[in-house]
């Protein structure tokens, strides 16, 4: 089957600059997950989409960042205005149930200048 | 609030040398552990779950309530296994979801 899709892989931009990310989870799954991942740290769980509706977003930092699910298939990720330490790999995985087995996306590299 | 500590950035062992990775969690209720492992240049995969109870690759995770530990061994490490894996914890509550730690890079050495 295939697998998560991410676009774009590389994104460099200013600071005070917007970027979106977009993610395509595998067919059927019913739950989305952004994650950030600093360089050197494990991945950090931002939101978790289940369908449509957002489980947990208590990690996004809502000032800045905005996500959303339309139609419970892709989803998108944006950063409005970006700073320095958003500087990250973002990644995507998708699950067929909460708590299923989470297939991740090859991430998208953010550079913050 | 849950954490997950993996106390080891590297560890480097020798082919068929046996291999500890070292995961400790902190966490008030039951929660349901994980190992995930990213090859070079591929997707970070689950490696195995404490439920399944089984080994893959060779290798074998037991979780420990006790120390609130879910260390992953291997008795005899092949090349192979050289990646970056990482334990992760997974809550039941708002705010509470999955939590991964920061990593361990093992070097397999031939």
């Known amino acids: 089957e295939a697998g998560v899709a991410q676009s774009p892989r590389y994104k460099i931009i200013e600071k005070r600059q917007s970027v979106a990310f977009w993610c395509n989870p595998i067919s059927g799954h019913a739950t989305l997950y952004w994650y950030q991942q600093i360089l050197g740290q494990g991945p950090k769980l931002l939101i978790q989409f289940q369908n449509n509706g957002v489980v947990d977003d208590s990690q996004l930092p809502k000032d800045r960042f905005s996500a959303e699910r339309l139609k419970g298939v892709d989803s998108t990720l944006k950063i409005q205005p970006a700073k320095l330490e958003d500087s990250a790999v973002y990644l995507c995985a998708s699950s067929e149930w909460e708590r299923g087995e989470q297939f991740f996306g090859p991430g998208t590299r953010l550079t913050v200048l | 609030a849950q954490r997950v500590t993996q106390p080891e950035k590297l560890l480097s062992v020798f082919k068929g040398a046996p291999v500890e990775l070292k995961c400790n969690y902190s966490?008030?209720?039951?929660?349901?552990l994980f190992w995930y492992v990213q090859y070079s240049r591929q997707r970070l995969q689950l490696l195995l779950r404490?439920?399944s109870r089984e080994s893959i690759k060779g290798f074998t995770a037991d979780l420990n309530k006790g120390e609130t530990s879910f260390h992953l061994k291997k008795p005899f490490a092949q090349e192979e296994d050289s990646a970056m894996y990482y334990c992760a914890l997974s809550g039941h509550d708002y705010g509470q979801n999955f939590v991964f730690g920061p990593g361990t890079r093992l070097s397999v050495l031939p």
């Open positions: 966490y008030s209720g039951s929660p349901e």
């Open positions: 404490h439920i």
